[in-house]
Each structure stands twice: as structure tokens, then as C-alpha cells.
């Protein structure tokens, strides 16, 4: 189909040859949307995307939500690493909204914020966002006007950017969107802003967890024969700590594609925006099956004591004799990077005592409303020394690139892995190494618990010339 693959399979058929041991249908439970490409060039992947109001079924009852293409999530929009992808947005939502690629190096004007890349597109207008998809890995899409109302509300998708030469020998492979909803009996949305003040700061997440918009879904397998996991986080505030009934997860990428080596955990946090490739080798047998569950994670006071551990979903086992899997590796020569000749840039996050029974989240002593852009020039390489100093763990977000971790030693943390959204513990110091290239434009950053960013948590950096815009989030 495409060039790449087309010599691929004339120089290596041995690499292209993994094998699959999935049963027939072994994903049906998880089947995400895909749309059709309309454009006829292998290398263009062209479709159309719509945000509307739709009934969707959830957990046995119809909820009015807002979606991308009528569904929760939005399809799965699939390219290969260097493609160009077009995509006709048209909002038929009541209220304006934009589309922002989480996590792509898109050019500023196609990064979906209203005023610092595109106005708002309101109700019955269409935007067309076009770009080159640069780095292979799991991106994803959602909007970013009144985001934890509209993210919440439904509208999310994954944007799953193929690499075929990436070696990781796994075909079995699924993409699963985790997310929460919350609606009452008669179906109707938990509203934004239910709680008030305490609900922003604790972070609403929805009562039913979702994956890829179903209640404990069923994924079949073959005792002990490897799967490819591609999951990201696209709920609002929820963090999802992920264990398989104490079973290892073989970590291989991050968010911004394969990583240096792999890694073995039994747990596995995935915080708000992250994104995580995993191998696992389920096991067990015919009529035990085997669940998936997110358990309490403290991401704050009270963030364990009025929560419960939840079922996710759950994998039942074919009778075939169990496969004995050989370990996958993985190899990613990233470049290590120094932080020799970088600029510092300080970067504190508090929440002040509440005034006049409201609180906001500050970076800087100032929230979102009134502060001032950052700035960095084109190619700068920057050393972001982000201090957490509130009682809340902040999943830390930067538009537009990449970063690196590096520990206090001022050394890169290994494996090696290109992020875009880090948790930053509470009452935690870290660093991450950015190099900014030569994209200009006012960047956001922010933290991907939403409800904390609508409550002041983001910022901007002014990259190489322009001048900074005003900033459109208004106090909510
Ligand atoms: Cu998922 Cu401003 O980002
Ligand atoms: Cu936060």
C-alpha cells in the first residue's frame, strides 16, 4: 500500500512476518470507528469530522452526549508516519469549539486554540486542519474551548500515527481510548461545574468508566500469547493505575512513539493526556477470566477516600494450549540528550488559600487570566524546572513538542522517551528538557486535569518572533 511497506517486504519478509494468535474477533468488543479516506493518494489520509449532539448507549442507557461522528469516543483516525492528513471539521454543536491534536507537531495554526492558532469555530462553521504527521505513535484529539465541559461532555479521539519499520514484532494490536462519563438516571450530563469551586480543585471525574466508550468490555485471547496495547488517557481528571491481576506490562513507547528499551511493571499509571504502547501476555485459562482494574491512585486529598477500584476490562481465554512467549524487545536510538547550554525556566504550581470562597491554581503566583507568555527563540533548548508546590498531583502538558525527563542529577531518566504530558506528583520538583525547533507561535501548557487548567492552570510560551496574543480564557 505504501511505498515504505511495499520495500519493506522486498528487503525483510522475515520482519514483516509476526504472527498472530488472536482468536477470530478478538477485539469486536473494543471496535473503534474508522472513517474513509476520501483521498485517493496513499500518502494523503483526507476525511471529514463532525461534532454534533448524539444519543449514545452507555451501560444500558441512552446518554445525550456530545460526539465526534455521533460516538463516544471519536473515531480512530489512522495514518502512517509522514502522511499528510486533512481533516474537514464542522461544528454542529450549540456552542463554539475547536479540534487540538494532543501531542502532534503540528504548525501553530492547525494546533486548535482559539486566537493564538485559529478562532473559534462556532456553531454550523467548518474549519479544515491540515498537516504532515511527523512522529509515529498515539496521538490524540479533542477540543480546546471550555475543555473539561466538552473533553467531559465526550468529544475525544485517538489519532494512531503508524510506523511499519518501528520492530516491534506484536501483530496482535488494539487501540483502547480510557476515559469517564457522568450522567444521572434519565441520562442527562454531569454539568461541568458540579461541585463548584471543590469540584475544580478535586478534579470531577464521571462515575462510569469507559473503554473506547463501553462499560467493561471483553477482549479475547489465546492463554499467554502477546498483545499490543495502545491506550491512552483522554478523561478529564481521572487517573488510570492500571493492574492485571498483578501480571507485567512490557512498557515500549510513550507518548511520543517507541521508547529506548522496554520496560516491565506491574502497575501501570496513566495520568490524564498520557499515552502508553504496552505488550502484555495475558494468562490464564478457558472460563476464569482474567480483569483489568484501575486502582486507587492518590493524586490529592480525598482523591482515594471517595473513590473505588474499577473494574476496566476483562480478557477471557480461548481453550488452545497456551503460547509461552518469547520476551519483545525493542530499540530506539534516541539521541541522549545534555542539558549543557540549556536555558533555566522556572515554573511553580500552587493553589493559594480560597478567596472570597473561590480557589484558583497559579503558575508564577498568577493563574491563566493574567499572566504573562513565556518566551524561548527558535532552536532554544530549554531546562523547565516545574515545581510542584500544591497538594495535587498535576499532569503536566506542553503543546506543540516534545520533552525529556531529567533527574536531579541533571541526567536523562532511562529508558529514554519523547513525552509531551508528565505527572508531576504533588510537593515534587521536575525537570524536563525541551528543545523548541523551528515552529513559531504561542504555545500552551497546562495541566491535563482539566478542571485544574479551566481553574488557572496553563500558561503560554511565545516561541520565536510575534507578538503574544491576549489570552482568551476568561475566569471562569
Ligand atoms: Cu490535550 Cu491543551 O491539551
Ligand atoms: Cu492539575
Request: some cysteine; charged content about 25%.
Amino acid at each position: 500500500m505504501r511505498l515504505i511497506t511495499v520495500l519493506l517486504l522486498c528487503l525483510a519478509p522475515i520482519a514483516a512476518a509476526a504472527q498472530s494468535f488472536a482468536p477470530a474477533r478478538w477485539a469486536d468488543g473494543v471496535k473503534l470507528t474508522e472513517l474513509t479516506d476520501r483521498n485517493p493518494d496513499p500518502r494523503i489520509v483526507e476525511i471529514d469530522l463532525t461534532a454534533k449532539l448524539a444519543d449514545v448507549q452507555i451501560d444500558g442507557k441512552t446518554v445525550h452526549a456530545w460526539t465526534y461522528e455521533g460516538g463516544i469516543p471519536g473515531p480512530l483516525i489512522k495514518t502512517q508516519v509522514g502522511d499528510r492528513l486533512i481533516v474537514h471539521f464542522k461544528n454542529e454543536l450549540e456552542e463554539p469549539t475547536t479540534v487540538h491534536w494532543h501531542g502532534v507537531r503540528v504548525p501553530i495554526e492547525m494546533d486548535g486554540v482559539p486566537e493564538l492558532s485559529q478562532p473559534d469555530v462556532k456553531k454550523g462553521e467548518s474549519f479544515t486542519y491540515d498537516f504532515v504527521v511527523r512522529d509515529a505513535g498515539l496521538y490524540w484529539y479533542h477540543p480546546h474551548v471550555m475543555s473539561a465541559a466538552q473533553v467531559g461532555y465526550g468529544l475525544y479521539g485517538a489519532l494512531l500515527v503508524e510506523d511499519p519499520a518501528d520492530g516491534v514484532n506484536v501483530e496482535d494490536q488494539v487501540t483502547l481510548v480510557l476515559s469517564d462519563i457522568g450522567f444521572d438516571a434519565k441520562g442527562r450530563l454531569e454539568p461541568a461545574d458540579s461541585g463548584g469551586s471543590a469540584g475544580m480543585v478535586f478534579g470531577r471525574e464521571g462515575d462510569y468508566v469507559l473503554v473506547n466508550g463501553r462499560r467493561r468490555p471483553v477482549l479475547h485471547a489465546r492463554p499467554g500469547a502477546p498483545q499490543r496495547w495502545r491506550i491512552v488517557n483522554a478523561a478529564k481528571s481521572r487517573f488510570f493505575y492500571l493492574d492485571l491481576d498483578g501480571q507485567p506490562f512490557t512498557v515500549i513507547g510513550a507518548d511520543g512513539g517507541i521508547q529506548e528499551r522496554s520496560i516491565t511493571t506491574d502497575i501501570l499509571l496513566i495520568t490524564p493526556g498520557e499515552r502508553v504502547d504496552v505488550i502484555v501476555n495475558p494468562k490464564g485459562k478457558a472460563g476464569a477470566p482474567l480483569t483489568l482494574r484501575a486502582m486507587l491512585y492518590n493524586r490529592g486529598y480525598g482523591s482515594v477516600e471517595y473513590r473505588s477500584v474499577e473494574d476496566v476490562l476483562t480478557i477471557e481465554f480461548t481453550k488452545e494450549t497456551p503460547i509461552v512467549a518469547k520476551p519483545v524487545t525493542i530499540a530506539r536510538s534516541l539521541p541522549v540528550p545534555s542539558i549543557e547550554g540549556a536555558t533555566k525556566v522556572d515554573v511553580v504550581l500552587t493553589l493559594p488559600p480560597m478567596k472570597d470562597n473561590k480557589s484558583e491554581f497559579q503558575v508564577n503566583g498568577v493563574p491563566f487570566w493574567k499572566a504573562k507568555p513565556y518566551a524561548a527563540r527558535l532552536g532554544e533548548k530549554q531546562l523547565w524546572i516545574v515545581k510542584n508546590d500544591s497538594d495535587w498531583d498535576h499532569p503536566f502538558h506542553l503543546h506543540g513538542f516534545f520533552f525529556q525527563v531529567i533527574d536531579e542529577k541533571g541526567e536523562p531518566v532511562r529508558p529514554l522517551a519523547l513525552k509531551d504530558t508528565v505527572n508531576i506528583p504533588m510537593k515534587t520538583t521536575m525537570r524536563l528538557l525541551v528543545s523548541f525547533d523551528e515552529r513559531p507561535g504561542q504555545w500552551m501548557f497546562h495541566c491535563h486535569i482539566l478542571d485544574h487548567a479551566d481553574g488557572g492552570l496553563m500558561g503560554t510560551v511565545q516561541v520565536g518572533p510575534g507578538t503574544p496574543q491576549g489570552h482568551t480564557h476568561k475566569m471562569p
